[in-house]
């Protein structure tokens, strides 16, 4: 039998102390049992997965019980999020609330009590960089000039320092020259050491109960840490939000890159002299060595990239997966062995001599850098560990300022082939990494697939752990509709498209805009944008396209401010966006989300599961579709006074032995096939 914490009661009762801070407070139930299960999984220091239906208020449902225990224990908590929206609302909305709620609980919690935002030191001015920019920029004349004199007036006034905080607008390329870089770092000798921006941030961690961060600073903070060095402080428990997006990241940070750009990009961090550093080796010789050995290994690389670059132009696909490996014997070896061998002399001699212990230090972790780059370059090349990790070859075609195929040269082909590599499964390393060390709490609304953990459990590696399923408190059979017509073709036939563009007009000329319709496809988006495009101005309607240089929240300012508007999204909207009320009443779902076969990291998963046996299909794309598919259907229902339609164009949930599985695991939203129901709901 569940038991209850009494501070909790206290906490979230209807006349309780949320109660008095929160306009028109209504209990729930589910938000009450989350808040206990997270607080004894904290306690008793056991894993806890949670899957909190929309509109549970998860959010207070552990920061609560989360601030609590730290305070009562001493204790740090870090809580990640995959997205910036969600941080902004932790920290301006319920760690401020937290905070109101303990100084009512105990007062004197209240007044020790600290959260913090962590973010990479490149978020931040570095303010010895810019001074040496703006010292530079005395003797020569550089166009940035009077922004860098603005910024160094600017500087006494800032709290912070960090990008957001910045009150003019400041091109990408110079901040760049004068953002925090650990490769530029003189720590104690920097004559900025004690006003640093970073530093102060790092101190202000260090008093924090509560760290927040984003997914990929986490799981970055975790590789450094098996290297022996830190981002983030010392914690005792993880909370993740947005838990459905913890495999990618995590696969994402520990994803090898290899091209010709990045060997001159490491090649440059010496030869430019743009570190502190590689300014102190003032040697001709250094210079010239190490000019030679970039010259013949960038040769070796081009002699080997230009025939594959060359290949896959010609391929359908710009992506494939490596069967074996591009070289039989490891033929960039001596090469790199001659560069690290060059900088390790250097680095004797200069330690021999009593030399600066900065310039020691960056060149120590220069070296380290080397041979980072010849594990990875060894890797792909070598196609190493083909079980356990997917390499694959990339065709990375450049824009229109590209030089035409025609005329390129060896050199730039080879510039446009990409090698990658990743983990094809990550449950391991988080086994041992995080969930054999520290207490770990995972929230999404999207976790189960029919109600079982199992899916995101055994692909993150959870051995153990306590599981809660709160039901979403809307009534979706009187809010929604899930509209599937039953006369729509499979995706893979010719007439799909067609019949999307035919459907689509059906929908929005009924709506009158207020409309998502949400892609899988990139391509397929455009083609369909570009064809409804002259149609929806002759009927007064306004199509807005997700493009990679539009921010997200930018689009979605565009969307709320007109109720003509018909959003064409992909990828990042299907999942953390929230537009409550008439603004949005309905979104079209193209076709199931399935991971795309032919991608190479998929490809690699499903061969690793059918060579044991394991139905790829049952075990890796159906329940990956499914969680995608409650993303994307969960955000059209954001409050208990929002009605809509959600309409999937995809006839296999009418025709697949698995649609009903599928079916099964939405919100119970009413289901029609008939598009006269659509009509009359609008109408009604």
């Given at each position: 039998?569940?038991t209850?914490?009494?501070?909790?009661?206290?906490?979230?009762?209807?006349?309780?102390?949320?109660?008095?801070?929160?306009?028109?407070?209504?209990p729930?139930?589910a938000?009450?049992?989350?808040?206990n299960l997270?607080?004894?999984?904290?306690?008793?220091?056991t894993?806890?997965?949670?899957?909190?239906?929309?509109?549970?208020?998860?959010?207070?449902?552990?920061t609560?019980?989360?601030?609590?225990w730290?305070l009562?224990?001493e204790?740090r908590?870090?809580?990640?999020?995959?997205?910036?929206?969600?941080?902004?609302?932790?920290l301006?909305?319920?760690?401020?609330?937290?905070?109101?709620?303990?100084?009512?609980?105990?007062p004197?919690l209240?007044?020790e009590?600290?959260?913090?935002?962590?973010?990479?030191r490149?978020?931040?001015?570095c303010?010895?960089?810019l001074?040496?920019?703006?010292?530079d920029s005395?003797?020569?004349?550089?166009p940035?000039?009077e922004?860098?004199?603005?910024?160094?007036?600017?500087?006494p006034a800032m709290k912070?320092?960090?990008?957001?905080?910045i009150?003019?607008?400041?091109p990408?390329?110079?901040?760049?020259a004068?953002?925090?870089?650990?490769?530029?770092?003189?720590g104690?000798?920097?004559?900025f050491y004690?006003q640093c921006?970073?530093?102060?941030?790092r101190?202000?961690?260090?008093?924090?109960?509560?760290?927040?961060v984003?997914?990929?600073?986490?799981?970055?903070?975790?590789?450094?840490?098996?290297?022996g060095a830190?981002?983030?402080?010392?914690?005792?428990?993880?909370?993740?939000?947005?838990a459905?997006?913890?495999?990618?990241?995590?696969?994402?940070?520990?994803?090898?890159?290899?091209?010709?750009?990045?060997?001159?990009?490491?090649?440059n961090?010496?030869?430019?002299?743009?570190?502190?550093?590689?300014?102190e080796?003032?040697?001709?010789?250094?210079?010239?060595?190490t000019?030679?050995?970039?010259?013949?290994?960038v040769?070796?690389?081009?002699e080997l990239f230009?025939?594959?670059?060359?290949?896959?132009a010609?391929?359908?696909?710009?992506?494939?997966?490596?069967?074996?490996s591009?070289?039989?014997?490891?033929?960039?070896?001596p090469l790199?062995k001659?560069?690290k061998?060059?900088?390790?002399?250097?680095h004797?001699?200069?330690?021999?001599a009593?030399?600066e212990?900065?310039?020691?230090?960056?060149l120590?972790?220069?070296?380290?850098?080397?041979?980072?780059?010849e594990r990875?370059v060894t890797?792909?090349?070598?196609?190493?560990?083909?079980?356990?990790?997917a390499?694959?070859?990339?065709?990375?075609?450049?824009?229109?300022?590209?030089?035409?195929?025609?005329?390129?040269?060896?050199?730039?082909?080879?510039?446009l082939?990409?090698?990658?590599?990743?983990?094809?499964?990550?449950s391991?390393?988080?086994r041992?990494?995080?969930?054999t060390q520290?207490?770990?709490?995972?929230?999404?609304?999207?976790?189960?697939?029919?109600g079982?953990?199992?899916?995101v459990?055994?692909?993150?590696g959870?051995?153990?752990?306590?599981?809660?399923?709160t039901?979403s408190?809307?009534r979706?059979?009187?809010?929604?509709?899930?509209l599937?017509?039953n006369?729509?073709?499979?995706?893979a036939?010719k007439?799909?498209?067609?019949f999307?563009?035919?459907?689509?007009?059906?929908?929005?000329?009924t709506?009158?805009?207020?409309?998502?319709?949400?892609f899988?496809?990139?391509?397929?988006?455009?083609?369909?944008y570009?064809?409804?495009?002259?149609?929806l101005?002759?009927?007064?309607?306004?199509g807005?396209?997700?493009?990679p240089?539009?921010?997200?929240?930018t689009?979605l300012?565009q969307f709320?401010?007109?109720?003509?508007?018909v959003?064409?999204?992909?990828?990042?909207?299907?999942?953390?966006?929230?537009?409550?009320?008439?603004d949005?009443?309905?979104?079209?779902i193209?076709?199931?989300?399935?991971?795309?076969?032919?991608?190479?990291?998929?490809?690699?998963?499903?061969?690793?599961?059918?060579?044991?046996g394991?139905?790829?299909?049952?075990?890796y794309?159906l329940?990956?579709?499914?969680l995608?598919?409650?993303?994307?259907?969960?955000?059209?229902?954001?409050?208990?006074?929002?009605?809509?339609?959600?309409?999937?164009?995809?006839?296999r949930?009418?025709?697949?032995?698995?649609?009903?599985?599928?079916l099964?695991?939405l919100p119970p939203?009413?289901?029609?096939?008939?598009?006269?129901?659509?009509?009359?709901f609008?109408?009604?």
């Open positions: 039998m569940m209850y914490s009494k501070t909790l009661y206290r906490i979230f009762k209807r006349d309780g102390i949320l109660s008095k801070h929160v306009p028109a407070y209504q729930r139930r938000q009450f049992e989350m808040a997270v607080l004894r999984c904290l306690k008793q220091e894993h806890g997965l949670i899957e909190a239906g929309t509109g549970t208020g998860k959010s207070f449902g552990y609560l019980p989360a601030v609590w730290a009562k224990n204790k908590v870090i809580i990640s999020t995959n997205t910036i929206t969600l941080q902004q609302q932790l301006e909305k319920e760690l401020p609330m937290a905070h109101k709620v303990i100084r009512e609980l105990a004197e209240a007044e009590f600290r959260y913090e935002l962590a973010k990479g490149s978020h931040y001015i303010k010895r960089r001074e040496e920019l703006w010292q005395l003797t020569t004349e550089t940035e000039r922004i860098v004199r603005q910024l160094r007036e600017q500087l912070k320092g960090d990008r957001e905080e009150p003019l607008p400041v990408p390329a110079l901040f760049q004068i953002q925090g870089d650990s490769d530029d770092c003189l104690k000798n920097s004559p004690k921006f970073i530093q102060n941030a101190k202000k961690l260090q008093n924090a109960q509560i760290i927040v984003n997914h990929a600073l986490f799981f970055t903070h975790l590789i450094l840490r098996r290297q830190s981002i983030l402080p010392e914690y005792d428990a993880v909370i993740m939000d947005e459905h997006r913890v495999e990618d990241q995590v696969t994402k940070q520990y994803t090898y890159h290899v091209s010709i750009e990045e060997i001159n990009i490491l090649f961090r010496f030869l430019k002299k743009r570190a502190h550093w590689a300014r080796l003032d040697s001709s010789d250094l210079q010239q060595q000019e030679s050995i970039r010259a013949r290994l040769a070796k690389l081009v230009a025939p594959l670059a060359r290949a896959l010609e391929r359908p696909q710009n992506e494939y997966l490596l069967k074996k591009i070289i039989a014997n490891n033929e960039v070896a790199f001659e560069w061998t060059l900088f390790a002399d250097k004797k001699e200069l330690k021999a009593g030399g212990e900065e310039t020691v230090i960056g120590s972790r220069y070296i380290s850098q080397i041979e980072q780059m990875m890797h792909v090349l070598c196609n190493e560990s083909p079980d356990e990790w390499t694959w070859v990339a065709y990375e075609e450049p824009g229109a300022e590209g030089h035409h195929s025609l005329i390129r040269d060896d050199f730039a082909w080879a510039s082939l990409h090698l990658y590599s990743a983990p094809i499964d990550v391991e390393l988080l041992e990494e995080l969930f520290k207490t770990v709490i995972m929230t999404s609304a999207t976790l189960t697939t029919q079982d953990f199992s899916f459990a055994n692909r993150m959870i051995d153990e752990y306590e599981a809660l399923e039901p408190p809307f979706y059979e009187q809010q929604a509709i899930l599937v017509p006369e729509a073709p499979s995706p036939e007439e799909f498209e067609a999307l563009i035919a459907s689509m007009k059906e929908i929005v000329m709506t009158r805009g207020r409309t998502f319709l949400l899988t496809s990139y391509s397929q988006m455009n083609r369909v570009e064809a409804m495009i002259p149609w101005k002759r009927h007064g309607l306004t807005l396209l997700h493009r240089e539009l921010s997200r929240d689009l300012q709320r401010s007109q109720p003509n508007h959003l064409f999204g992909c990828e990042s909207f299907w999942e953390g966006v929230d537009v409550p009320g008439d949005l009443i309905c979104v079209v193209v076709k199931l989300p399935f991971p795309v076969p032919t991608d190479p990291l998929t490809k690699a998963r499903m061969n690793r599961l059918d060579k044991r394991q139905n790829s299909f049952r075990e794309m329940p990956f579709s499914i995608r598919l409650k993303q994307g259907f969960g955000r059209l229902i954001r409050t208990r006074s929002d009605r809509g339609v959600v309409v999937i164009l995809d006839s949930l009418h025709t697949k032995p698995y649609g009903s599985e599928i099964a695991s939203a009413r289901l029609t096939k008939s598009m006269d129901e659509l009509h009359r609008f109408t009604s």
